[in-house]
């Protein structure tokens, strides 16, 4: 059987411990493992397992403290819940499930121990290819498949055309005078809007400071780029123009502490959804079913021209989604091929606020100076596990991509299964903590190691 190599980060308190246990207990187990030492499972970031991947290890172990026993009281708890979804992303993205074990064992439990090496060296070598050239799947028929995603765009929506037709709609009207009333009684400071475009149509981001400029909004259906990466700066209270997923996206960056309520004045737009440059719907808006913002101060617009089914209708996007299931791989891989690393996904999305990304970090240097294979999938499946349980549908990074990459469809499955797993789903409601920065006790193990 091909020998693996399997990387081990092991919590020192507990599992590390439990391995040096297993070498004094003289308990048998295979040398495949090459050990790394953590403070606590707790401080693993899922970019090391991808990296360990990526790098050429066959397989990656991650072990600490029994749920309860932690070291740090609930590090392993947090873990737990990042360890479940990484494994959908990874299993999604094409990885093998058996490559990536996670379990916890104590320091009393040396046989334990050897016993988890001696299943996972068995696993990772079932799921290895002796020659190490992929740590992707393999199938045969991807370009028939590939061609089998293509989507048929239906026609454009109904009351967003009319919307572009009529210069000054009603719901315009009603945006306008609203946002003079709050710079003229001193509500907000300033209101972050659209205002009318270039050549191509679509409507640009625009920070409104003064009444008499109110005039200068405008609101259609090429309202596309997400507005709530706007506020994060702001001093002072700030209205926005909020499509539903603009108005989840600043929830979420309330919970997320990096803005406060106070300072935010939403303004919920009733949204029949967005168009691209040839007047054919978005992607996203064609799936999206929230159409009318979650939270707002006020909403601007009929709620019943709108029903929350998505505009495509759940058979088209079951017959959309059905290949999905058994091509993953290849569609990874396909996506990766048009990747150029330009970043403009992480630039328009409003969930990337870090100062430094991780993959412009240069201790770990992350990145490798040509745009290979490998750097492209670690920074796309990093980029997706940071957005695990924030992504608010809104579409900005595959709207942003000058390449066509549709990375959303790997953001797109972590959500639905956090949705499914924690139910949760982001941004809805002011009160509910983010998935990922919250735990139960008794989460589920969805994929540990038994
Ligand atoms: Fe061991 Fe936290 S200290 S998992």
Redesign the pocket.
């Known amino acids: 059987m091909y020998s693996p190599k399997i990387v081990a980060f092991l919590?020192t308190?507990?599992s590390y411990a439990g391995a040096d246990l297993a070498g004094t207990g003289r308990n048998q187990y295979p040398p495949n493992i090459r050990v790394i030492r953590i403070?606590?499972?707790?401080r693993i970031n899922p970019i090391y397992i991808i990296k360990a991947l990526l790098e050429g290890a066959d397989g990656v172990l991650v072990s600490?403290?029994h749920p309860g026993d932690?070291?740090?009281l609930v590090?392993?708890y947090f873990?737990r819940r990042r360890f479940v979804v990484l494994k959908k992303l990874l299993t999604t993205a094409g990885f093998d499930a058996d490559r990536v074990q996670f379990t916890w064992v104590s320091a009393s439990e040396g046989a334990r121990f050897a016993d988890v090496i001696k299943a996972v060296s068995e696993k990772v070598a079932a799921a290895s290819r002796e020659d190490g050239s992929s740590v992707l799947l393999s199938s045969s028929d991807v370009h028939d498949k590939a061609q089998a995603r293509h989507r048929e765009r239906p026609p454009v929506f109904p009351n967003a055309q009319k919307a572009r037709q009529s210069n000054c709609p009603p719901v315009l009207h009603e945006l306008i005078s609203h946002c003079k009333s709050l710079l003229e009684n001193g509500t907000v400071d300033a209101v972050v809007g659209f205002r009318a475009g270039g050549e191509t149509g679509l409507s640009l981001p625009c920070i409104i400071t003064s009444p008499e400029d109110a005039d200068k909004l405008v609101w259609n259906d090429r309202c596309v780029p997400n507005l709530s990466g706007y506020l994060c700066d702001r001093e002072g209270r700030t209205a926005i123009v909020a499509k539903p997923c603009d108005a989840r996206a600043v929830v979420n960056l309330i919970a997320e502490n990096q803005l406060k309520r106070e300072n935010v004045y939403i303004i919920g737009m009733v949204c029949d959804g967005m168009t691209g440059d040839n007047a054919a719907p978005l992607p996203c808006c064609l799936e999206c079913t929230v159409r009318i913002a979650p939270v707002c101060d006020v909403l601007i617009g009929n709620p019943d021209d709108v029903d929350g089914i998505p505009v495509q209708s759940r058979s088209e996007k079951d017959v959309h989604d059905a290949p999905l299931a058994d091509f993953t791989s290849e569609r990874f891989a396909d996506e990766m091929s048009k990747c150029i690393l330009c970043f403009s996904c992480r630039q328009s999305c409003y969930g990337c606020y870090c100062k430094t990304c991780f993959i412009d970090r240069g201790e770990p240097d992350w990145q490798t100076a040509s745009p290979d294979t490998g750097a492209k999938m670690l920074y796309h499946l990093g980029r997706a596990m940071h957005l695990a349980g924030r992504c608010v549908e809104c579409g900005a990074c595959e709207n942003a991509c000058a390449s066509g990459v549709d990375i959303r469809y790997l953001i797109r499955e972590t959500t639905s299964f956090i949705h499914d797993t924690y139910e949760y789903r982001t941004g809805m409601d002011i009160e509910t903590k983010p998935a990922m920065l919250t735990y139960k006790t008794d989460d589920s193990e969805i994929g540990f190691l038994e």
């Open positions: 919590c308190w507990c403070p606590c499972s707790g600490g403290c932690c070291h740090y590090g392993n873990a």
